[in-house]
């Protein structure tokens, strides 16, 4: 079984500094992992996901995610929040050959002026 | 333009009715899924096609029904057995083919109880 744990539930950060969202899963087989966002009474959108390759990867809005694989963590990080980015951050895991996305609790992004 | 409706919007329900709830996709995908989402829980899975006329129940299915007769509509039902039905209801698509796809997801239905 999979399971996703989003240590914060809410992040307060002031506009123009950086921000780290944490991601950890558990899992006995390998997985795809996912970070989607949520506005305001909207569906969720895929702002990145990490398939295979570098470690690295770099998603919409200037986001960008490291996957650690001896930590188990997918940490989505951006060197500068705008107010715009006030949402509700969802990190994910599918395994591989699987359609099934297990979704985090969500960490709720607050941008202070 | 390509993506996913739901309908309605909002959605009330009586005591000991049955209400069903939207969902259509014109993305040509083969897989769809239906989550509820409760403050601070996340999202959930309730059930999920892979294919037309097939369907497999997800972790919280009891008090749902779905339908999957055609592949661009995938309609839930929440019947009266649920007995906390009051949720945002968010329907997701993808092509279904097991390698790590993209969910695309609609604009959610807020089902509340009169």
């Known amino acids: 079984a999979q399971s996703v744990t989003q240590l914060d539930s809410q992040v307060p950060v002031f506009e123009e500094a950086p921000v780290e969202l944490r991601c950890n899963y558990s899992?006995?087989?390998?997985?795809?992992l996912f970070w989607y966002v949520q506005y305001p009474n909207q569906g969720l959108q895929l702002l990145l996901k990490?398939?295979?390759?570098?470690?690295l990867v770099k998603g919409i809005n200037g986001f960008e995610a490291e996957f650690n694989k001896s930590q188990t963590s997918f940490h989505l990080r951006k060197p500068s929040v705008h107010i715009s980015d006030t949402a509700e951050y969802f990190c994910?895991?599918?395994?591989?050959?699987?359609?099934?996305?297990?979704f985090g609790k969500g960490t709720r992004l607050h941008i202070l002026p | 333009d390509g993506g996913i409706t739901q309908s309605p919007k909002y959605l009330f329900r009586k005591e000991g009715q049955n209400v069903t709830l939207s969902c259509e996709q014109n993305?040509?995908?083969?897989?769809m899924y239906w989550y509820r989402q409760d403050p601070g829980q996340g999202l959930r899975l309730i059930y999920y096609?892979?294919?037309?006329?097939?369907?497999q129940k997800g972790d919280i299915a009891e008090g749902y029904s779905v339908s999957r007769e055609k592949k661009e509509s995938f309609p839930l039902t929440v019947t009266s057995a649920q007995k906390n039905p009051t949720a945002f209801y968010l329907c997701?698509?993808?092509?279904?083919?097991?390698?790590?796809?993209?969910?695309?997801f609609g604009p959610g239905t807020r089902l509340l109880v009169l």
């Open positions: 997701a698509s993808s092509m279904g083919r097991r390698v790590g796809e993209t969910q695309y």
């Open positions: 899992s006995s087989v390998s997985v795809y």
């Open positions: 990490y398939l295979s390759g570098s470690t």
């Open positions: 994910a895991v599918s395994p591989l050959r699987d359609d099934k996305i297990i």
């Open positions: 993305l040509n995908h083969d897989a």
């Open positions: 096609s892979q294919i037309v006329n097939d369907f």
